[in-house]
């Protein structure tokens, strides 16, 4: 008998050990999610406009509109997202930092990774896209200007004595590779990674911004989490690293690398985060935002770019099953591109289309109106930057699909990007709050949108 209740202990215990859990249920655990939400002054216009409703507009919405000059107060908010990167470089406990970025512009961050690198010998590897590679901009070096900064930051004698070695930056580009249809695009995905051959502990970032006015005054939304090692979602991001590091050659060498990788993981994925890297994981995203869209009561968008035909399709029977059930917020270069008739700022006519044909059915829209340096021809920009779905159900509960990528069809199959779709309840309140936010107090509809594009 003994015999028995030991096997059947032995069993369950084996079982127990297979079985999924949750991140949360791992230890350390600490999930904080930030949004940018900067504060900016008031921009007044010279001369009032009138709105689509007829009423004058004195200026554009505050805490909206923000320009460069806004970026330090921003930044130094004790919940900026960039203050809580730089608390993490400059913690003593921080001995190495992968970051993964389209871009990376904020000198402010890199002084501080050069500072590490220079007093405490950390071990940096940044990943940038190559087309901010000079040859790809006609020469111009200015894309590059904070990647060769960093590279030239060594680590003083003082930081590697008593039998140490110095740890020089490590600094690659990536995106653009391999032929035709097996030609990736662009090296978009944003991660951070706190200590990534740790044993113990590991400190992961993924955001919607870069590393440049995506920390301060674009309008984003970044996710700090602290976690053991041995997690399946630890080990993904791994993957990751060492997909974009040595297997970038093509989509088919990226996406083969990674289901190889992610296959060797022998820890359950966690039920409350999914992780999907793309290239090679475009149709299991869309598979989720499928499911999820099924089973929610309403669903709340945000997004930068708009355009991918399959979730529009999705998008589409969910309307005609509830013409309530969908919003979108999205940055005032969409609503332009219709009022306008043209591309304005990074969107198409194409997506503005989009929106146009669920507004058909039902939609509701609001637009948060951004900074250009110039209407018809814009080089610096301020953006509403996010791109991410709430699935709403019932007893307030929900999930939010979130990630580095836009909502186009490349982000889902050609791009690196990492998307994520995250069921801990706190993440999804945090985002619930932060929409009413910005559909309240930072959005416009068409009625109170002005009916001239004019700057300040």
Known sequence: MKN?????????????????KNLSDYEPFDYEVLFTNPECRLYKYERPIKSND??????????????????????????????????????????????????????????????AINYRNIKFTLVIDSKNLPEANDGDNSRMRMANYLKKCRPKPDSYRNGGRPNFPKITTSGGKGRGGNK???AHNKL?????????????????????????????????????????????????????????????????????????ISIPEEDDIKIFLIPGEGKQAMNAIKTNL????????????????SLISLLTEKLHHNKNALRLIADDDLYWTGALRKGTGRNTYMEWAKVRDLKKLGLKDRYIQTYADDIADPKRMQLHHNKFLIFNFENNKGAVFAGAGNLTTSAFYKNFENFYLIKIPQVYLAFKKQYSYMWESLGRNKAKMPIEYRLP
Not at 64 to 89: E, F, H, M, T, V
């Open 184 to 186: 990736t695009g662009y």
């Open 54 to 115: 007829g009423h004058m507009v004195y200026s554009k919405p505050k805490n909206a509109y923000c320009k460069s000059s806004d970026s330090s107060r921003s930044g130094a908010r004790a919940n900026a997202p960039q203050k809580r990167l730089l608390d993490w470089i400059k913690d003593p406990k921080t001995k190495e930092v992968f970051m993964a970025y389209l871009s990376f512009s904020n000198g402010t961050i890199a002084r501080a990774l050069c500072n």
């Open 4 to 20: 028995l209740i030991y096997l059947v202990l032995a069993f369950c215990t084996t079982l127990g050990a297979v079985q999924s």
């Open 192 to 264: 951070f990674i706190v200590n990534p051959s740790s044993s113990t502990e590991i400190k992961i970032v993924f955001s919607s911004g870069n590393m440049s006015s995506g920390t301060t005054i674009h309008h984003e939304n970044w996710h700090f989490v602290t976690t053991h090692a041995n997690t399946h979602f630890s080990k993904v991001h791994l993957c990751l690293m060492e997909g974009v590091l040595n297997h970038d050659q093509g989509i088919k060498e990226y996406a083969s690398f990674i289901q190889s990788c992610k296959n060797n």
């Open 294 to 309: 099924k089973w929610a009561q309403s669903v709340d968008l945000a997004a930068h770019r708009f355009s991918n035909s």
